[in-house]
């Protein structure tokens, strides 16, 4: 069957049963109803005012960021670089091993407290402005634009047979649209391989399949995405729109129709008087949802399909300046503000109560909390291992001996050296060598011998502790183990 072709189910009319009155007319008919609807592409009308320009400026920042950064050195590496093989992250002077997957987590924790307080401040802030999803749709918008023209030009060349200057155009548009979709899988991987040997190895043909696979499944995902996908992926696909509802309340800023003060709307020329005409002040020109990018109208409430990104305020603000009425018939504000018309001021008071306040505070804590983790963070770790193929014995001199492993991770970018010292009993000592060299990002594993007197302890299990010391730098880690002393 078709999948353009409607699914259809006929109703037919059920017999009652004897002493119940007829659920459809004797001579009704079965009921042809269609249970598909074939999607109708939005053609967004391009739109400038306060809120498309704080769009464009996020659209500007977020790129510039991401294509950006990895061309960024530090030293003699590239500045940000999650290198997977090595199991090492560099971010700028930082570098990370998995055993600092606590700060990973750290990160999450913020981006959810910073999810929460945006949304109960000004709803879907992150959807309207900075989401992947938007900005890229913005940016294949634009494009589209420039090679096809505005909304009505692109409406109507579609609605035409195929000519060789549609064939064309549309080539044109899809041929940069796959560029900045491959240059944006390319620059993806480029933060996990080293971009700079990525290009050579783009230009000699010499790249490995997985960066390959990478490059084209971000690229592509980035093109379908933005080119074709647009709307659907904020109405169906994105769990955010489905649960933002929880996040809301009735001081949240959201963008929002005066029904009070636009209502009845109705055209009417530049001149006439509202007053007279007995109309609000929509002039019901259907612009707020030509912009919109997830083409609903406004006008109906606040609805889940919404991203909040102000477009519909901007070119509504666009028509009340031409008709020399004020501005704000759609604009930003919370549901308390309008039904109990407050001020501005009134309004951000509101805004800032304690369920925002509450979020602010636990948010600056976990960003403090993890720089000051960072800050305190030792430039090295150890793990100590005892050597399960030398149990405890009694050495020359009747001493008693325990063998351990340690591993010494030097998380700094120049060669270090560690001190290796025993603590926790008398007469407690490093017979083997206890300065250990450890060349720059790399570990090494070290066999160390702790002596201890015969008669220096009870026979049994004793807690002791390795104290390790930087020489070449600030640091200090103490770690834990047990030393065995036989019957």
Known sequence: MNSKEPVTRKVIPIVPEEGYGPLLPEDSQGV??????????????????????WRWATVFLTQLVFYGVPWLEWGQRQAVLFDLGTRRFYIFGLLLYPQDFIYLAGLLVISALSLFLFTAVAGRLWCGYACPQTVYTEIFLWIEKKVEGDRSARMRRDAQPWSFEKVTRKGAKHFLWLAVSLWTGFTFVGYFTPIKELGI???????SSWEVFWTFFYGFATYGNAGFMREQVCKHMCPYARFQSAMFDKD??????????????????????PVALNLGACVDCTLCVQVCPTGIDIRKGLQYECIGCGACADVCDTVMDKMGYARGLVK???????????????????????????????????????LVSLTLRAPFKVDVVRDRGVMARIVSGGNIENVYRLQVMNATESLQRYKIAAMGLPGLQVKSENVVLVESTQSRWVTVRVQLPFDAATPGSHAIQFEIDSLDSSGHLTEKSVFLVPR
Request: glycine fraction near 4%; hydrophobic fraction near 40%; proline fraction near 3%.
């Open 32 to 53: 042809m109803v269609s249970l598909y609807a074939s999607h109708e592409k939005i053609y967004p009308r391009s739109v400038s005012g306060l809120f498309s320009n």
């Open 201 to 207: 190895e783009f230009l000699q043909l010499s790249m």
């Open 252 to 273: 949240t800023l959201v963008v929002t129709y005066d029904s009070e003060r636009g209502e009845p709307r109705g055209a009417r020329s530049r001149k006439a008087d």
């Open 332 to 370: 930003y504000t919370t549901e308390n503000a309008m039904s109990q018309h407050w001020t501005k001021s009134q309004t951000w008071r509101h805004v800032l109560r304690p369920r925002v306040l509450v979020y602010t505070a636990i948010l600056v804590a976990v960003v403090l909390a993890m």
